[in-house]
């Protein structure tokens, strides 16, 4: 049970191809319009472009809040008013300056012209609102930080620079500026302001602390008011940190390596055979996308791969992978960013490879680093999944998958798992040709598959040595990020449409073969519905509908099977509101479901205690203990969406074909009485005189189904 629903948790988290190969912010209120006009000292400044939002550069970044107004907007809380923009100067910093009436204000910072992407306090996304009062009119600067987004003012908080000898490093014109923004202290809140960068040469360096843009307030050693140079010295590329405590006016100053971003993620993309994207938010901070794309930046990018994992970043090397330099290429092509728009702003990397080439590095650990000189300042892991799509998916669709049936009519079998480095079929031919029988015991047959230029591997079983009905699984050997390595899975198949109890394997059942088509099922068909506003539908779930009702057979209850007993109280009410215009049951999900144990004996039922009254928590306490391992689901965790559920089968008839044929016997039992039965699934669609009808629904796929 734990197995089966661990399998299932795999395939939600892994990307498609890998599944496959693995298996396994209220608006705030208006405020009063405050009485007096403002002037924007940087109103001359042209609204700069939302579109590289995402990465950092030319970002439009306004001011939205209750002061828009008295800023020149049309109305408070706008995020699209350039009026309210602050523009970003060479060094980085967006900052600008306002005259604002007296008044009590409230306001978050937004990039992109929009509430899509905003931050309150603290840089938090969509967090609370800055609060500032004015007593009379005033010029009020704001900032904002675009790497930490943390937006503050000059009313609120002091404007603390540090001028010295590195100034010049840091993007200002000269040294010993201190109305320069680089560096530009950032409160953090407590008084307390801090600045880091990684920017900085080689050497040693002085600096002192200065208040409002000046010398007229600075600060030096043991916070001495216009004290003695601070010193310090680094190696290249370090990570600095400064600390400064407005109430002690000391600064400390901390140097150690950088932190190397991105490692135990995927955050980079490979898009296509020979291009991978990079995301911004890697960058050293203070970097920008345009310093990488004009190369002022000095970074270099590498491809790490290794075929059977082993790839790692150990004291600051890489170490067990082929190293393969990338080119910085500027943006990603337009087809990839409408396919993924959550690539857009991202850095397009070119990568010296063919088709084959690419398809070969993607069975394996596939890494990208991020250098400054031979430093690796970030390391992550590369998601897979577009790349897969374009280099497969053009064939990939026209292909078939799962059990076919030749000619001959023996079972064909195919997956795709374009990830893979190797894939075996392992088979147990059974005695029936519907696949009934229990899990068979021994050995299993291992075929090799063959691996076609879709991506699928496929057994043709051109000998016939596996027969109708036999139990099988898919071996897969792939590399598997979790681990790390290179791991061999047993899987069953994710196209089945038969499978044991528990689905611990699946079965080459043929759809056509009559012994699964019960007459009740071939003999009725449902009732016409010409139009789908003329349905009225009724909603059950199979096990409910007869769980507990003793007019139906006690092996039958809570099965498929319950829909064939007419005179059953259930039945009887059914057919009462066909007769009255009810048309159309749809049933909760009935696909192969992760968490429920299908074999009855391994069922549990909570005891409630007789004591327990209407009210008694005793009673959610007993049906919580057994929660994981009783009978009852909704069912919204398919496991196999293609093969029906196995608990809702009688007991002897749990596995392969003996569980569609109860599956189509109740659709039988339901068109018997006049009702077309709609599900979440598709199984008993697949002869040539059913009808399927799709539609989407909020809740899920629908698939409904006339014989």
Known sequence: MTDRHNRTLLRRALGVGTALALMGGALPAAWAE??????????????????????????????????????????????????????????????????????????KVAEGGSWDASFGQGGAPGGANIAYSLKEQTAVTFYYNHATHRVWNNVSDQMVTLPGSFQKALGCADDWKPEC?????????????????????????????????????????????????YQFATKANKLVTFTYDSATHKLDIASADVPVVGLGEQRAYWVNATTLAWPTSLLPQGVTRAQVLDGSAKLSYELVTAPEGGAALTDGAITGATLTPLTVAGDLPADVTMAHPNLNGYIALKAPFDEAGAGEALTGQVLLAQKS??????????????????????????????VGWNDAGKPTFALWAPSAKDVALLSWNTRTPRGADPEVSGAPVRTAATRTDDGRWSVD????????????????????????????NQVTDPYSVGLTADSTRSVAVNMDNPAIAPYGWKSTKAPVIEDDAQRSIYELHVRDFSAADKSVPEDMRGTYMAFTQYQSN??????????????TVHLLPTFDIATIPEKRSEQLVPAIPKDAGPAD????????????????????????????????????????????????????????????????????TRRPQARMLTQCSTASFRATTSA
């Open 570 to 583: 259930g039945m009887r009410h059914l057919a009462e509101l066909a007769s009255a215009g009810m048309n």
């Open 373 to 402: 000189g031979e430093t690796v300042n970030a390391f992550t892991g590369v998601q897979i999944a577009p790349a897969l799509d374009s280099l497969y998916s053009a064939k990939a669709t026209q292909a078939s998958y799962g």
């Open 181 to 229: 923004l680089a560096p530009l202290m950032e409160p953090v809140g407590g008084g307390t302001y801090t600045y880091e960068t990684t920017s900085l040469p080689e050497g040693s360096y002085e600096l002192k602390v200065a208040i409002g843009g000046s010398w007229d307030e600075n600060y030096g050693q043991d916070g001495a008011a216009g004290g003695a140079n």
């Open 617 to 684: 928590e005793a009673q959610q306490a007993a049906v919580s203990a057994v929660a994981d391992q009783d009978a009852y689901n909704w069912g919204y965790d398919p496991l196999h969406w293609m093969a029906p559920e196995g608990s809702y089968a009688t007991v002897w008839h749990q596995n392969g074909g003996a569980r569609i044929r109860e599956f189509r016997s109740m659709v039988g039992g339901l068109h018997y009485i006049g009702m077309q039965s709609s599900s979440t699934r598709s199984t008993t």
């Open 461 to 488: 079983n051109a000998d016939g040595a596996i027969t109708e009905g036999a139990q099988y699984l898919w071996e897969v050997r792939v590399y598997v990020p979790s681990t790390g390595a290179v791991e061999t």
């Open 34 to 107: 405050p009485g007096e006009e403002a002037a924007n000292q940087n109103a001359g400044a042209e609204a700069i472009d939302a579109e590289g939002a995402a990465g950092g550069d030319d970002v439009l970044v306004t001011i939205p809040g209750n002061h828009n107004k008295a800023m020149g907007c049309d109305a408070d809380w706008a995020p699209d008013c350039a009026k309210a923009a602050l523009t970003r100067d060479a060094t980085g910093v967006y900052t600008a300056t306002f005259t604002l009436p007296a008044g009590d204000y409230e306001y």
